[in-house]
């Protein structure tokens, strides 16, 4: 990382948060193409890791040093990457980008408590303030009206997961570097991104043998997954009341109230299309558009990952991670206001403050 010494540190500030943002927009996105299913953010996680390995040992000059310390913990850290990146692009494909980026930001609130139960690190007014702010985060998050908690519930747990998981990934980083093996940084990298890449693809694999690998699916008849059959459900009823809508000279209304089946999402997801879509027919992404949103992320993710690496170690923790992690976290929330023009109560924007504050306050 050589190369990194060269750029002013503004700049690097600059490139890593448009970095950090960019990845943001593109794992929602990308979760929208598949109405939340599983499918796509497992393509999304195998896509991106492998990308960031290629790149991380490109930009390690192939000069890679391990110890089996290193490759232990660097599996351990793919797999909380994995984690991570899949929960949090399954909460964003059902909930808010915005909030979905504040409640996954929490991490904080796990990595400050165990710098101050493991690392002697104190735990002064500012971070306990931080911690009560972060409750009440949570406790505007959910919605209470009852015919939306259980969607809400569901996207609250995912993102808190992903949560969780991301504060593995920092504790895992922090142990590691902590250690007397920290030289072989780009190597822990590696392995991480590598294994987070098989972790991906394998439950990916799982979940479409029947129509990878012509098993039979749930109909009995071979090659026919529970996906196919939910897809071939909607097309049905899109046909149906399209026929029906045409009939009665209302072309115009079918294409309102009914959208066709999409690709790529999970069968509960596809099978619900028919009947509550938004007006209007959507954009569709080739695969080659899709493609490109993949491997931009990747890239993405990569350079925020390295710039990020030599930032922390070239500036003050005080300076680094609150403006790292502040401003980050707005123009998250800034983008998925604008971008996907997300719509909050004022219950959502009060645990948005209190999340931006407490990760402000966590950070210092």
Avoid at 205 to 211: D, E, F
Wanted: charged letters at 10%; a positive charge.
């Amino acid at each position: 990382m050589e190369f990194l010494k060269i750029l002013p540190i503004p700049l690097l500030l600059v490139i890593t948060m448009a970095s950090n943002l960019a990845a943001s927009v593109t794992k929602k996105q990308f979760g929208n193409l598949g109405s939340g299913g599983r499918d796509n953010a497992y393509i999304y996680s195998l896509i991106t890791s492998a990308v960031c390995t290629v790149l991380m040992v490109l930009f390690s000059g192939f000069r890679i040093t391990l110890s089996w310390y290193t490759v232990g913990l660097g599996l351990l850290f793919g797999v909380c990457t994995m984690l991570t990146t899949v929960l949090l692009t399954m909460a964003m494909s059902i909930g808010p980008m915005s909030y979905s980026m504040v409640i996954n930001t929490s991490s904080t609130v796990i990595t400050a408590l165990s710098g101050f139960l493991f690392w002697n690190e104190k735990l002064g007014a500012l971070k306990i303030a931080g911690l009560v702010l972060m409750a009440g985060c949570f406790v505007f998050s959910v919605k209470k009206d009852s015919d939306k908690k259980h969607a809400s519930l569901v996207w609250f747990l995912l993102a808190l997961f992903s949560a969780v998981a991301g504060a593995g990934v920092g504790l895992l980083q922090k142990i590691h570097q902590s250690s007397a093996h920290s030289e072989e940084l780009m190597g822990f990298l590696i392995i991480a991104f590598a294994f987070s890449f098989v972790t991906s693809a394998v439950p990916y694999l799982w979940h479409r043998r029947g129509s990878l690998f012509g098993a039979k699916g749930h109909s009995g008849q071979p090659g026919v997954s529970e996906t196919e059959e939910a897809k071939a459900a909607a097309a049905e009823t899109y046909a149906a009341v399209e026929s029906d809508a045409a009939a009665a000279g209302g072309m115009a209304d079918a294409d309102a109230g009914v959208s066709q089946p999409r690709e790529g999402g999970n069968g509960a997801a596809d099978a619900g299309i028919a009947v509550a879509a938004p007006a209007g027919r959507r954009f569709r992404w080739g695969k080659g558009a899709q493609a490109a949103l993949l491997v931009g992320s990747g890239v993405a993710v990569a350079l925020n990952n390295i710039i990020n690496l030599y930032l922390a170690g070239a500036m003050d923790s005080a300076v680094f991670f609150p403006l790292v992690n502040g401003v980050g976290l707005v123009l998250g929330i800034v983008a998925g206001l604008i971008v996907f023009r997300e719509k909050l109560t004022l219950r959502q924007w009060i645990g948005i403050v209190c999340g931006v504050a407490a990760t402000l306050l966590l950070c210092l």
